[in-house]
């Protein structure tokens, strides 16, 4: 009798592991592998994600999602990309560190059949393996901050150029814009050694920025960044050197430059909703956890941000 009711006893557990494990496999949980969650853009996404997330978690379209920091390092961002698919993760939300380096992402998701979302800049290969990208047209940005250059500076002059990561999407789709402008400008020269890449950090950019001033003098008349930490720093520091007639401009809007723009420390910015980059990606989840096509390309338009219209995006 002893020995029926112990057989009994471990029929029993193994129905409720098996029964807590078909429970387990039945849930649906978003992979979200951010390009990073430190600098001031994407911790805006990140948080943006948070919200329209937690939103789809409290009305049960998803049971769940996880967090992944990926240091802005697409080595890092391969390893967990298998951490997500080892913890179960049936849809990955992906913001990529490097166009090459990040494409064998999708070709996993593709041959473990999860579909892949890619927000904000692209990787080699996301036309082709994503299910969807979400972001905004880069080589647009380059090109706004070329003709505002143009545009503030009409007599022309030399100018020098501050890229983000080498490989990023962002950085060269940005340069190809603004080269498409002022490369074919002849009152406008990129000074000899003026393009190098800060890699988004405000101290680089600032450090390149006092070597071409302290070289060039009156010949820099324009720097030209691909992202609004550089530029808002740089123009900071010719501003201190008593050069604000130099036009600084960047990629992004967040607080810091936008609050310059008010003040007139900054002449423009290119604002990017990253926010609204990331919360139209997640908009798109429920409709492909339900099997429908969605869009394979959404755009998300860039502003460009004066005085005239600053207000409407300071927050």
């Given at each position: 009798m002893k020995k029926l009711f112990t057989l009994l006893m471990v029929l029993c557990m193994l129905l409720g592991m098996a029964s807590f494990a078909a429970a387990e496999d039945d849930e649906f949980i978003v992979g979200y592998i951010a390009k990073n969650t430190v600098d001031a853009f994407h911790a805006t996404i990140n948080n943006a994600a948070k919200v329209a997330l937690d939103a789809l978690v409290a009305d049960g379209t998803i049971d769940k999602w996880n967090l992944y920091d990926g240091l802005t390092d697409p080595v890092t961002q391969n390893n967990l990309l298998e951490d997500a698919l080892n913890m179960g993760a049936d849809l990955i939300i992906l913001l990529p560190?490097?166009?090459?380096?990040?494409?064998?992402?999708?070709?996993?998701?593709?041959?473990?059949?999860?579909?892949?979302?890619?927000?904000?800049?692209?990787?080699?290969?996301?036309a082709e393996l994503a299910t969807s990208y979400v972001g905004s047209?880069?080589?647009?940005?380059?090109?706004?901050?070329?003709?505002?250059?143009?545009?503030?500076l009409p007599n022309g002059g030399g100018y020098g150029h501050l890229q983000g990561i080498i490989g990023n999407s962002a950085q060269i789709q940005r340069g190809e814009g603004l080269h498409k402008v002022l490369d074919v400008n002849p009152s406008w020269k990129l000074l000899d050694g003026c393009e190098q890449t800060a890699e988004w950090q405000a101290e680089k950019a600032?450090?390149?920025?006092?070597?071409?001033?302290?070289?060039y003098g009156d010949q820099l008349n324009a720097i030209i960044?691909?992202?609004?930490?550089?530029s808002s720093a740089v123009q900071a520091a010719m501003n201190a050197a008593g050069r604000?007639?130099?036009?600084?401009?960047?990629?992004?809007?967040?607080?810091?430059?936008?609050?310059?723009?008010k003040a007139g420390e900054l002449k423009?910015?290119?604002?990017?909703?990253?926010?609204?980059?990331?919360?139209?990606?997640?908009?798109?989840?429920?409709?492909i956890k339900e099997g429908k096509t969605v869009e394979k390309n959404v755009t998300v338009p860039f502003v460009l941000v004066t005085s005239e219209n600053v207000d409407e995006y300071l927050k």
């Amino acid at each position: 009798m002893k020995k029926l009711f112990t057989l009994l006893m471990v029929l029993c557990m193994l129905l409720g592991m098996a029964s807590f494990a078909a429970a387990e496999d039945d849930e649906f949980i978003v992979g979200y592998i951010a390009k990073n969650t430190v600098d001031a853009f994407h911790a805006t996404i990140n948080n943006a994600a948070k919200v329209a997330l937690d939103a789809l978690v409290a009305d049960g379209t998803i049971d769940k999602w996880n967090l992944y920091d990926g240091l802005t390092d697409p080595v890092t961002q391969n390893n967990l990309l298998e951490d997500a698919l080892n913890m179960g993760a049936d849809l990955i939300i992906l913001l990529p560190a490097e166009a090459a380096g990040c494409a064998p992402i999708l070709e996993r998701c593709k041959e473990e059949n999860v579909p892949i979302i890619v927000v904000n800049s692209m990787t080699d290969n996301t036309a082709e393996l994503a299910t969807s990208y979400v972001g905004s047209n880069d080589v647009q940005a380059g090109e706004m901050m070329a003709d505002f250059v143009v545009e503030q500076l009409p007599n022309g002059g030399g100018y020098g150029h501050l890229q983000g990561i080498i490989g990023n999407s962002a950085q060269i789709q940005r340069g190809e814009g603004l080269h498409k402008v002022l490369d074919v400008n002849p009152s406008w020269k990129l000074l000899d050694g003026c393009e190098q890449t800060a890699e988004w950090q405000a101290e680089k950019a600032v450090k390149f920025a006092e070597d071409w001033l302290a070289k060039y003098g009156d010949q820099l008349n324009a720097i030209i960044c691909d992202n609004d930490d550089m530029s808002s720093a740089v123009q900071a520091a010719m501003n201190a050197a008593g050069r604000s007639d130099i036009v600084c401009i960047g990629v992004d809007g967040n607080a810091g430059p936008l609050a310059m723009v008010k003040a007139g420390e900054l002449k423009a910015t290119v604002f990017q909703d990253g926010a609204g980059q990331v919360t139209t990606a997640i908009g798109l989840i429920k409709d492909i956890k339900e099997g429908k096509t969605v869009e394979k390309n959404v755009t998300v338009p860039f502003v460009l941000v004066t005085s005239e219209n600053v207000d409407e995006y300071l927050k």
